[in-house]
């Protein structure tokens, strides 16, 4: 199924660090915060517990990235090259760029719902300088770590909320040309951010020319890729999904854009954002539409980490 423009909702979710610090046989976490050494060039920054999630910070000194990751680095919410901070690394996130190609002009307002790392809404804040920036984060303790560990910068239209963004999409009425859904500790995406009443308010968020985009498993948790994409498309009518690595990519907008223009629109983002990859060849071959939904889960106000997924 084709997409039509509107506003971008991406739900992002964490993938593998293979052999990462926190991995069987690495060093134990502490958790007083002090560093902690860790196998193959890698050091534990930060060992922190939240009342959303354990919190490991580690640096690769030889690659020289520094990645967020659950205490046994299990799953990586965001990565940062220290040399480039603006150049992504994760396969999802460059997956989730091409939502802007269904777009029909550049954003002007964006809604991040969920945090990591920072790394998309600081990589568009700055392609975009003129355009409104908003991130929603749950837990308190990330953005401050964001910001000390990971250089998420202060720039003006480029704000940060420290609330639910099950209850964030309620309260709010301006429309929003790119949504992003960041919000995940594992390998299935919040139940409370899965049903049909949080899509259908997250879609009316959504701004007449944008697209909503979403990053949902692949591998463990992949059962409940399809119902969610069904739930998608009962709300914005044309749904895309693309394979990432351990993760889909699925857009939904109101009208379809032809391929050869997402494709050609895809190429100039690349250039215009200085991507530094083929963001049109990770949007060549979309995979098949989602068959109908069962019911929806339960709503939850809290998140926690699920199982491992598939590494990438």
Avoid: W
């Avoid at 196998?39 to 490991?56: A, I, K, N």
């Avoid at 945090?115 to 920036?133: D, E, F, I, K």
């Avoid at 964030?168 to 899965?194: H, I, M, Q, T």
């Amino acid at each position: 199924m084709t997409l039509a423009p509107s506003a971008v909702l991406a739900v992002l979710l964490a993938v593998p660090l293979p052999g990462a610090a926190g991995a069987p046989g690495a060093a134990a976490p502490r958790r007083d915060g002090t560093p902690a050494a860790a196998p193959e060039g890698r050091v534990t920054l930060l060992s922190r517990t939240t009342p959303f999630q354990d919190l490991r910070v580690v640096e690769d000194a030889q690659e020289r990235v520094r990645f967020l990751c659950t205490d046994s680095c299990g799953y990586v919410q965001g990565a940062v090259s220290l040399d480039d901070p603006d150049r992504l690394l994760l396969s999802y996130m460059r997956t989730a760029v091409g939502g802007l190609a269904f777009l029909d002009a550049p954003p002007r307002r964006m809604l991040f719902l969920g945090m990591g790392v920072g790394v998309l809404p600081r990589l568009l804040s700055s392609r975009y300088p003129s355009a409104r920036v908003d991130v929603v984060e749950i837990d308190p303790a990330i953005p401050p770590i964001a910001r000390e560990l990971f250089g998420f910068p202060a720039r003006p239209g480029l704000e940060v909320h420290v609330a639910d963004a099950a209850e964030y999409v309620k309260e709010r009425n301006a429309p929003y040309d790119l949504v992003v859904l960041d919000a995940s500790f594992g390998p299935e995406v919040p139940a409370a951010l899965a049903t049909p009443e949080f899509l259908a308010r997250a879609a009316a968020l959504v701004s007449g020319g944008g697209a909503l985009v979403a990053n949902l498993p692949a591998g463990e948790g992949a059962a409940a890729t399809a119902p969610f994409l069904a739930r998608l498309a009962a709300v914005l009518p044309r749904v895309e999904a693309f394979r990432a690595d351990a993760n889909v990519v699925a857009v939904a907008t109101r009208r379809a854009v032809p391929r050869a223009t997402l494709l050609a629109r895809a190429r100039r983002l690349g250039g215009e954002l200085r991507l530094g990859y083929d963001l049109a060849a990770l949007l060549a071959s979309p995979l098949p539409a989602a068959p109908p939904p069962p019911p929806a889960p339960s709503p939850r106000r809290a998140y926690p980490p699920a199982g491992r997924p598939e590494a990438p």
